[in-house]
């Protein structure tokens, strides 16, 4: 059974930083596609990054270019993603997630292309 589960979250002032985590289990991790997305209240679910865990591809919205880092630690099957120079429009519900069709070179931006989720952990910048 797919498990995803997140933490890190928290409140932090603009120009802060958080690490999330998302710790991984039941499948392999070098095989799919994992990818950090976030939801704020009333807007849409959107990627804020992809990891190809095989080669270690990444992608990022362009929001967070520059900002964040997505990474990944395949001896403990955890997916990370540094937050810095934080914006309140960074507030959000983050997710991690994962696609479970293998043999992808580049991940898809699209939520709805991700199998299994993560149940979510809160970020919220303040002013």
């Known amino acids: 059974q797919v498990k995803l589960v997140e933490s890190g979250g928290g409140s932090v002032q603009a120009g802060g930083s958080l690490r999330l985590s998302c710790a991984g289990s039941?499948?392999?991790?070098?095989?799919?596609?994992m990818g950090w997305f976030r939801q704020a209240p009333g807007r849409e679910r959107e990627r804020v990054a992809t990891?190809?865990?095989?080669?270690?591809?990444?992608n990022y919205a362009d929001s967070v270019k520059g900002r964040f880092s997505i990474s990944q630690d395949n001896t403990k099957n955890t997916l990370y993603l540094q937050m810095n120079s934080l914006k309140t429009e960074d507030t959000a519900m983050y997710y991690c997630?994962?696609?479970?069709?293998?043999?992808?070179?580049?991940?898809?931006?699209?939520?709805?292309?991700?199998?299994?989720w993560g149940q979510g952990t809160q970020v919220t910048v303040s002013s």
């Open positions: 997630a994962a696609d479970r069709r293998e043999g992808l070179t580049n991940c898809s931006p699209v939520s709805d292309a991700y199998d299994y």
């Open positions: 039941g499948f392999t991790w070098s095989s799919y596609c």
């Open positions: 990891i190809r865990t095989f080669y270690g591809f990444t």
